[in-house]
């Protein structure tokens, strides 16, 4: 084939508009791939309304200004922590535990904590702070 003025043969062939068509068609099949297996209808079982025992309750251990201790905001002395805490972790072996200390308690108080939970071997334990404001 020749073009008119130009005696050079025509031989490159735009590619561009086959390259547009194809990535077209690639998208349109991966979204209709997509839509087909998010459109399949299940009829669900209901769940109950007594809350699962596959989540763990984290316990709180909040020690106040006097230095009291409670457990879930009930107040207990370092033995009754210790049993009830030895219980729970014999529910479940996972026993998530936080401790909220007042920042104005005496720090021995926190320790003494710290090693009870360190005793009961429970391993999933945090401490709440505050975040500074500037």
């Known amino acids: 084939m020749q073009i008119q003025g ?17 990535y077209v068609l690639l998208v ?6 997509t839509a087909s297996v998010q459109g399949i209808k299940v009829d669900l079982p209901k769940a109950s309304n007594t809350p699962s025992l596959a989540k763990p309750k984290t316990k709180a251990i909040t020690i106040n200004e006097q230095g009291q201790l409670f457990l879930d905001a009930y107040p ?4 009754e922590l210790e049993t009830r ?6 529910a479940d072996p996972e026993l998530p535990v936080v401790v909220k200390g007042d920042a104005r308690v005496q720090y021995d108080k926190v320790i003494e904590v710290l090693d009870l939970v360190g005793r009961l071997e429970i391993t999933q334990l945090g401490l709440v702070t505050q975040r500074l404001t500037r």
Do not use: G, S
Not at 85 to 90: E, H, M, T, Y
């Open 28 to 33: 349109i099949f991966i979204i209709m791939t």
């Open 6 to 22: 130009d005696n050079k043969l025509y031989d490159d062939i735009n590619v561009t508009p086959m390259l547009d068509l194809a």
């Open 85 to 90: 805490l030895a219980q729970f972790k014999a």
């Open 76 to 79: 207990v002395t370092i033995a």
